[in-house]
């Protein structure tokens, strides 16, 4: 028969105990990272509203009427489809997802996320590209809750400090 002593047994006792912490840890973060953004509250729903944006030419704020549904597919993905019921050739149809560790969204950083009392989410992203020809760091924020959506696109030059709204679409819906 095995002997332990009183110390080889604490000693054993600690491991498992460091060990079990780690691996509920580790199930706790996945968890958290697969609910934490809740794109569920947007999801499967038909939201109607305007995309208000910067003309390049002109400086002038233009606003248009746009529709969005977001679709659930899998593993964290959806189908994203956008029509702009004036302008049918600039509709669009793509997939964006959330990889398995929540630290980006599609080709976007996840830089922030939040929950407001009563379920409002602000998830803010960035994203390094170019913006009339230059060079520019975007930032994303999405901001949802049952019944409104946001995306506000800011581009920030490099050779400047300050972001500037590029777009904002904003929607509702009466589900």
Do not use: C
């Amino acid at each position: 028969m095995l002997y332990l002593s009183y110390y080889s047994k604490k000693i054993i006792m600690k491991k498992f105990t460091v060990l079990f912490l780690f691996v509920l840890l580790i199930s706790a973060q996945n968890l958290f990272s697969q609910q934490k953004y809740n794109f569920e509250v947007v999801s499967g729903k038909d939201w109607k509203g305007f995309l208000t944006y910067k003309d390049y030419s002109s400086g002038n704020e233009v606003n248009i009427p746009v529709n969005i549904r977001l679709d659930y597919i899998s593993n964290n993905e959806y189908n994203v489809t956008l029509e702009f019921p004036k302008e049918p050739h600039a509709n669009s149809n793509y997939k964006k997802s959330f990889s398995e560790d929540g630290k980006k969204f599609g080709d976007e950083n996840v830089t922030s996320v939040s929950v407001e009392y009563g379920g409002k989410y602000t998830l803010i992203t960035e994203k390094e590209g170019m913006d009339d020809n230059k060079p520019a760091d975007f930032k994303f924020t999405y901001k949802y809750s049952e019944n409104e959506f946001s995306i506000k696109k800011e581009v920030k030059y490099k050779d400047e400090n300050d972001y500037f709204v590029r777009n904002t679409f904003k929607f509702k819906t009466g589900e």
